[in-house]
């Protein structure tokens, strides 16, 4: 398991398979890079001046939209993911 | 459904259709970038370093206009919409 | 209307017609960039870190002095406005 | 009249006739820059991030040494002025 | 013994022996620099600007993984330790 | 006399005489700037984001050792003086 | 006596004479800048914006391991010292 710091949040990628207009699927180098992924983990928040802990606004299962090239990579167990702070997820998906 | 998270909102661009003085319309890539849009939906808020949470003055509806180029653009279920930050939003038109 | 928002005014630049010496009027492009404003609106303040909400100095009706090149020009209904933070407003007229 | 915002101070500039070592009463473009002011306006101070409005510590009159550069010159009624922030005075002569 | 001030941590580095995929153990340039570590000592926390410690999330004997580059390595007794801020934390694994 | 704003000092340098190995006394442009200097007034303090004023740590008469090139000269009644703010102030030294 | 303000401490180095592999003194420029002190002066602490004063972690005779390159480099009384703020020392050594 991984437990996120502060408002930092583990997520997996969600990455759709793409055709093109003619059908053909991508190999993956070919596509975007993803803007999507699920909250698999949440910090316990922030601190702010004071002294008071701001929770989370997203929760474990949540879909969301994050800016691209935010947060670190990190593989745990095989798998990978990726560690953001919670400034860098736009919205909710739901 | 988008959820903007913090002091964000999803809105929705509102280009007007654009005519040249002698009446001509002006295809898309003629005009300038349209800096006016309509609220769709709003974030709770930001959280002040007091511990609490400043509702947003905009809300679902509100037409708007924003800085040109602030704001990130996602697509969402086939439709482009703009995520901006409240501080973004210069003023309500209405 | 236009209501800006939070630490926002619109104002509408006031623009006196100026004589050379020689008492000939000068044409736009000769002049100064204008640095006085008439308030048209005002928002209703930043929100502090301790959560309150600051009320603006100026209220509508003031000319102001403004710093120069300071805000965003916005076009509505035909007129032209300019949208400025108070902090760029050095003094009130009157 | 000219009322500065917040922590700004209207400042009129004091000039001193100088003299060189021989007695000669040098042309302007040959004197330093001048420092020193009277203040004939001031602000009503800043708001902190508490709320509260902190009055200024120079008040109408005072004669003040300023850092050099500082400030935004401005014609009001045919004279020149200084608009300043109060943290860019440095003390209060007399 | 070394105790850290203020929001820092003390960890000893993790690193795992790294076969190639025929198997060869690699010499240690040869493989990544480590982003896994044990936390052997932690710091009583930062002072809020409300004049309040707000204590470590992290605590002795955590395995961490923090971003890399970060913290400044110290050698201490004949061993190697790297000295973090826990904001350079990113997750807890366990 | 001078009264310094906020959390500025009016200091005046304090020059030790120097005399190289050989006992020669060297002329003003081979020393090193001076680094120590004797407060002769100080500033209210600075506000708080709370609002309350912080005194200062030095007072009138306390000889100090403050980071070279720091501060701002000015000349009041034909002497040199040097306005610093306290941050500027390594030491106290007595 | 020097008496450091806010958040700074006064230091003397700590230099262990240095063999290498060989048994061979370095001299002072062959080895690494020091990065141990010994703290001989405590300032009284920064002010948070809440008006407290913060109380240094650390005290005089603390042995401290500090960032290279940190602080300023004074003289007094024929010995040298460094003045450093207590946010540039890293642990307690003991």
Same mark, same amino acid.
């Given at each position: 398991? &991984?437990?996120?710091?502060?408002?930092?949040?583990?997520?997996? &990628?969600?990455?759709?398979?793409? !055709?093109?207009?003619? *059908?053909?699927?991508?190999?993956?180098?070919?596509?975007? !890079?993803?803007?999507? #992924?699920?909250?698999?983990?949440? *910090?316990? *928040?922030?601190?702010?001046?004071?002294?008071?802990?701001?929770?989370?606004?997203?929760?474990? #299962?949540?879909?969301?939209?994050?800016?691209?090239?935010?947060?670190?990579?990190? !593989?745990?167990? #095989? !798998?990978?993911?990726?560690? &953001?702070?919670?400034?860098?997820? &736009?919205?909710?998906? *739901?």
């Amino acid at each position: 398991m &991984l437990k996120p710091l502060g408002d930092r949040v583990v997520i997996e &990628l969600v990455e759709s398979e793409e !055709k093109t207009a003619s *059908g053909i699927v991508l190999p993956d180098s070919a596509k975007e !890079k993803p803007q999507e #992924g699920k909250v698999v983990a949440v *910090g316990s *928040g922030r601190v702010t001046e004071n002294g008071e802990r701001v929770a989370l606004e997203v929760s474990e #299962g949540n879909t969301i939209i994050f800016s691209k090239y935010a947060g670190t990579e990190v !593989k745990y167990e #095989g !798998k990978e993911y990726l560690i &953001l702070r919670e400034s860098d997820i &736009l919205a909710i998906v *739901g």
